[in-house]
C-alpha cells in the first residue's frame, strides 16, 4: 500500500517558530546572522544569543513568550535566507511529538495528503462507517486503562482514520473520538447493561434515533461496525449491513464477523453452534493491531518479570506467581491505572512478559505490546498464543512448570530488535489496515450482490491474484 512519499510543505503558521526548545548556532552562522543584520559579530552575541545551559554552546535569545526573536507579525522569519541549519531542518527531519505535530499547519496539511494517498491505495470504495462503541463508558484510554474494549474501540477509530476512511462514533457523553472521525453522542448510562434489561432498550433508543439521523439516503456504500456484541443486537440498521470487527467476547449476531484469531473463530462456532452453522460464509480472521509509535524498546531493561492483566484465576496469576518464586525473580503485577508511556516504559524493561491465560485466550492485547517493546512474552500453548507468539522467536509457549522456568532463563537470549520487528510486521495499524480495507469492500459486495454467489465475492484480492477465467 506504498506509494510516491509526499513531499512536507511549510504553510508559514509561525507555529513551531513558538514550540518550546532552544536553537544553536555556530560560529559560521552567526557571521551569517550578523552580516544579514549589519551588525558586528559581537554586537550580534551580546544582543540575540546567551550560553546554553548545558554550557557548549550559544543559542539564539527568545521574545517574550518563548517564540524565536525572529519570528515578526506575520509569521515570517526575518533571518530566513541566513537561518541556522537546525531551523532548516525543522520540523519536517525532526522527531516531532504529536501534540506539537497538530499545532502545525504543515504537519495537518501533510497528514492529509498522506490519508487521501492511503485511501485511493488501499482502493476501499466504502464511503462511511458508523461505529457503534462501548455502552457504558465513554472512548478515553486514560480513564480506562484496564478496558479491553474500550481500547479495542479506540484502535479501531485510529484504523479508520488512518485508512481516510469517514466515519462516526456512537458513544456515551464525553467520548474523545481519534483522529478526524465525527460523534454521535448517546448520552449517559441509565444503570448496568444486561441483555433485554432498561438500559439496554433505553440504549437501542437512543441508537436508532442517531443512526436514523445519520444513514445517508442515496446508495453511498456504508457499514455499520457492532463492537460491543449483544449490546448493540437490536437497532434497526435501515438495510445497511452489519459487522463486528474484532470480535474478542465470547458471543455475536451478526453474519459478517472478524475475528481476532483462528483459535477464537472455533471457540464461537463451537459455542454458537446452532447460530453460526448457517453464518459462517462471510467470517474471516484479521488480528488486533495497536499503533507502533506508541511502543518503544528500553535504553536498557531490568531483571524481573511482569504479570499485566486482571488479578484473576483464570489469567494464571498463580502460575505466574510460581514461576517468579522459582526462578528467584521479583514479579510486578499490574492490573489497571497503567497506560501511555508509564505501561510501555514497564513492558520495555522488563525480562519478560509472563500470560500464563487458562481460557482459550481470544487475541490477548498484552502479547503483542510486549512484542512491540522487543519483550519476550511467555505464555500457555493454547488459544490465540499459538498463532500470535513464535515459539524461541518472539518468545516461549509452555504446558508444564519446567517450562515456564526455562523459558525465564531463555528471555534474555532472544533479540528483542526481531521480536519488534515481527510485530510491526504483522501487528501494527499499517500491516493490518489493507486487509480490513478489503474486507469491507467484501462485506458491502456480497450484502448488494447476491450473498454467496455474489460473482466476485472475494475477500481480499492480495491473497488470490487475478482468476484464470477472467
Known amino acids: 500500500m506504498t506509494s510516491n512519499p509526499i513531499p512536507f510543505v511549510c504553510k508559514c503558521c509561525g507555529a513551531c517558530c513558538r514550540w518550546p ?31 546554553a ?91 480506562a486503562p484496564a478496558d479491553a474494549q474500550v481500547f479495542t474501540c479506540h484502535n479501531f477509530c485510529l484504523l479508520l482514520d488512518y485508512l481516510g476512511i469517514p466515519f462516526t462514533y456512537y458513544g456515551i457523553s464525553g467520548s474523545q473520538v481519534p483522529g478526524e ?29 442517531q443512526l436514523a439521523k445519520r444513514l445517508s439516503n442515496d446508495r453511498t456504500p456504508e457499514i455499520i461496525c457492532s463492537l460491543y ?13 452489519v459487522s463486528e470487527p474484532l470480535l474478542g467476547y465470547d458471543h455475536c449476531w451478526t453474519p459478517y464477523r472478524v475475528f481476532p484469531s483462528y483459535a477464537h473463530q472455533h471457540v464461537i ?35 524481573y518479570l511482569l504479570y499485566l492483566g486482571r488479578d484473576a484465576a483464570d489469567k494464571g496469576i498463580d502460575i505466574a506467581r510460581q ?28 525480562r519478560a512478559v509472563l500470560m500464563p491465560t487458562l481460557y ?20 500457555t500453548d493454547w488459544g490465540a498464543f499459538t498463532e500470535t507468539i513464535v515459539h524461541g522467536v518472539t518468545g516461549f509457549r509452555c504446558r508444564t512448570a519446567a517450562e515456564f522456568n ?18 510491526c510486521d504483522h501487528y501494527s495499524i499499517e500491516a493490518v489496515a489493507p486487509a480490513y480495507a478489503a474486507y469491507f469492500d467484501f462485506v458491502w459486495n456480497v450484502h448488494k450482490n447476491g450473498g454467496y454467489y455474489a460473482p466476485d465475492a472475494i475477500r481480499d484480492q492480495r491473497q488470490w491474484g487475478n482468476s484464470p477465467f477472467a
Open 181 to 209: 472521525g465525527n460523534f454521535a453522542d448517546c448520552g449517559r448510562p441509565t444503570g448496568p447493561w444486561r441483555y433485554g434489561n432498561r438500559w439496554h432498550k433505553t440504549y437501542t433508543q437512543r441508537l436508532n434515533r
Open 360 to 379: 482459550v485466550e481470544p487475541f490477548g492485547y498484552v502479547a503483542i505490546e510486549a512484542q512491540f517493546c522487543g519483550t519476550p512474552v511467555i505464555t
Open 21 to 51: 526548545g532552544i536553537v544553536r548556532v555556530n560560529t559560521d552562522e552567526i557571521r551569517a546572522i550578523a552580516a544579514h543584520l549589519s551588525l558586528s559579530e559581537d554586537d550580534f552575541r551580546d544582543q540575540y544569543t546567551r550560553l
Open 323 to 350: 514461576c517468579a518464586d522459582a526462578c528467584k525473580l521479583p514479579l510486578q503485577c499490574v492490573h489497571d491505572n497503567c497506560f501511555g508511556a508509564d505501561k510501555s516504559e514497564l513492558i520495555a524493561r522488563a
Open 406 to 423: 526455562r523459558a525465564v532463563a531463555l528471555a534474555p537470549s532472544l533479540n528483542r530488535q526481531a521480536i519488534r520487528k515481527y510485530a
Open 269 to 303: 462456532y463451537a459455542k454458537q453452534e446452532d447460530f453460526t452453522k448457517n453464518n459462517r460464509f462471510f467470517d474471516t480472521v484479521i488480528p488486533h493491531f495497536v499503533n507502533a509509535d506508541d511502543y518503544w524498546i528500553a535504553a536498557h531493561s531490568d531483571d
Open 53 to 143: 545551559p548545558d554550557r557548549t554552546s550559544l543559542i539564539l535569545t527568545e521574545a517574550p513568550g518563548g517564540a524565536c526573536i525572529f519570528l515578526d507579525a506575520a509569521n515570517r522569519c526575518r533571518i530566513n535566507p541566513v537561518k541556522p541549519e537546525q531551523c532548516r531542518g525543522f520540523p519536517e527531519k525532526w522527531n516531532v511529538p504529536p501534540e506539537y505535530q497538530q499545532l502545525c499547519a504543515g504537519f495537518r496539511a501533510l497528514a492529509s495528503a498522506k490519508k487521501q494517498q492511503r485511501r485511493a491505495a488501499s482502493s476501499c470504495g466504502i464511503g462511511h462507517i458508523h461505529v457503534l462503541g462501548h455502552p457504558l463508558l465513554p472512548l478515553s484510554v486514560e480513564d
Open 229 to 241: 456484541g449483544a449490546a448493540q443486537a437490536d437497532i434497526d440498521p435501515a438495510g445497511r449491513p
